[in-house]
């Protein structure tokens, strides 16, 4: 009887751990079946997938979740998806045509109060952000402001909507020469480019391709051929190129810019919900930051414009967008992509890795990264970390130092933007009577200057604050990052 017992009870256990193993096996088969981009991410799962993320994706999804939860606007949508600040960087395009029309009008600038984190340094400045149109969603994002560390000599004059013919058409920024006082405007277009790439074999594997391009001589244009031209790691060049305006073609001269890891912060796009009055009293702070190491792993180009995430497939294509290694030496020059072919000229598998990462997400739609932050940090791990707090870009270290702003210079910088607004008003009325009255010559015409970057060159150190105390203007220059002089221009003496 004893032994029956026994045997009941072993039974009873077998029949319990089965019965429990089972509803593990289940939830577990659940869980895996309810996220499949997870496991289609996983490189176990790809066989033959190449890296597609790259090991400079060092944020926690907990940390930016953390961060997210009480820095992001509700008012916003914030994307991993859009339009670089062109300030930051453009791809030059070899033959300048006007900019399209889009059929709608943009909204009134957004004013903007920069976040308290900010780059070291008083040659960084915060240049005011500006609408850009999504052709793929018909619509308007909102192109966040940036920190800009401002290469010596030259001062960026902003980009603005100007209204066409049935519709609205953008005019870009451009940098020019800070003792510059006029601008000259070519109204004849220049002819089309006679750039073919590089001319023989560089002297070595530390000279570049420096692109030929049309100047303007005696009341004519002549071309300038390219020529190989020593490189320098700590610096891109960005060559002489023309940008259209309404009243003609505007020369930009070339210049040595930062690297991306030395040249600010770029933000998030946003789009601003449905019943946001952008008006007076109502100001945005940007404080999702994009990681561009991470970015350059989806980087596409449009004529004019960088942009990031989900670009792929042949229908963005057909409207002109493309990954950034198939767009440099066919339509243009992308200033980044030649300096970066470059810098990683040891490595043969960067090239192949960026391609291979390109193809592999055309074919794999769960592989690409998503295309908003909230989704981004819901996800965890499951892809490109493109975005991040500003706070945790800052705390992480790297390229940049950081410090904070007080709340005075804050402020400052929100007045400086609403006069930038006010300078991009009188440019735009400034071209637009030059393209009524303008004739067959050059014409030149006195551009305003940024009040912005002035302001900002003008002590903004007495402002800065360690660990949220203000800093002493005496002790300013101890905390600032020495301003690398850049070297001369290609084939200067």
């Not at 981009?37 to 400079?56: M, W």
Request: glycine share 10%.
């Amino acid at each position: 009887m004893k032994g029956r017992r026994v045997i009941g009870l072993v039974v009873a256990s077998v029949i319990a751990i089965v019965f429990a193993t089972t509803l593990c096996v289940t939830w577990v088969s659940a869980q895996d079946f309810a996220s499949p981009q997870n496991a289609a991410a996983s490189p176990q799962n790809t066989g033959s997938a190449p890296e597609l993320f790259p090991p400079q994706n060092p944020t926690p999804p907990t940390e930016a979740a953390t961060e997210a939860g009480g820095g992001t606007d509700p008012n916003t949508e914030v994307l991993t998806r859009g339009a670089v600040h062109e300030a930051f960087a453009q791809p030059v395009v070899f033959n300048a045509t006007p900019s399209p029309i889009v059929p709608k009008q943009p909204p009134d600038p957004v004013e903007e109060m920069p976040p308290e984190q900010k780059p070291a340094g008083d040659h960084v400045v915060w240049i005011a952000g500006y609408w850009s149109y999504e052709a793929d969603q018909q619509k308007f994002a909102w192109t966040s402001g940036i920190w800009r560390a401002m290469p010596a000599g030259v001062e960026w004059v902003p980009g603005y909507w100007t209204q066409a013919d049935g519709g609205s058409q953008w005019v870009s920024g451009f940098w020019r020469k800070n003792d510059v006082t006029q601008v000259t405007y070519l109204p004849q277009k220049p002819p089309d480019t006679l750039e073919q790439g590089a001319v023989g074999v560089a002297p070595s594997p530390d000279y570049v391709w420096i692109p030929g391009h049309w100047t303007w001589w005696h009341e004519h244009y002549a071309w300038r051929p390219g020529f190989w031209a020593a490189a320098n790691p700590n610096w891109i060049w960005v060559p002489a190129h023309y940008v259209w305006t309404p009243p003609g073609y505007v020369f930009v001269d070339g210049h040595w810019d930062y690297t991306m890891e030395q040249r600010g912060v770029i933000f998030a796009p946003v789009y601003f919900r449905p019943g946001v009055v952008i008006g007076p009293g109502f100001v945005y702070t940007p404080v999702v930051a994009m990681d561009f190491g991470v970015c350059t792993g989806c980087l596409f180009c449009r004529p004019g414009c960088y942009c990031f995430g989900d670009y792929y497939g042949p229908a963005y294509v057909g409207i002109g967008i493309y990954p950034w290694f198939a767009f440099h030496g066919r339509y243009g020059y992308d200033p980044c992509f030649a300096y970066y072919n470059w810098h990683y000229r040891g490595d043969p598998r960067w090239h192949e890795r960026i391609v291979g990462d390109y193809r592999f997400r055309i074919g794999h739609p769960e592989a690409r990264p998503v295309r908003t932050y909230a989704a981004m940090v819901r996800l965890g791990g499951g892809g490109p970390m493109l975005a991040m707090h500003i706070n945790v870009l800052a705390g992480r270290g790297g390229g940049m130092r950081f410090e904070r702003i007080n709340a005075a210079r804050r402020q400052e910088i929100h007045r400086a933007v609403r006069e930038q607004h006010l300078a991009n008003e009188r440019r735009g009325q400034l071209e637009a009577r030059g393209a009524r009255e303008g004739g067959k010559g050059p014409m030149k015409m006195e551009v305003p200057k940024s009040s912005l970057a002035a302001n900002h060159t003008q002590g903004g150190a007495q402002h800065a604050t360690t660990n949220g105390r203000p800093q002493t203007q005496q002790r300013a220059p101890a905390r600032q990052p020495p301003r690398r002089q850049p070297p001369r221009k290609p084939g200067e003496r």
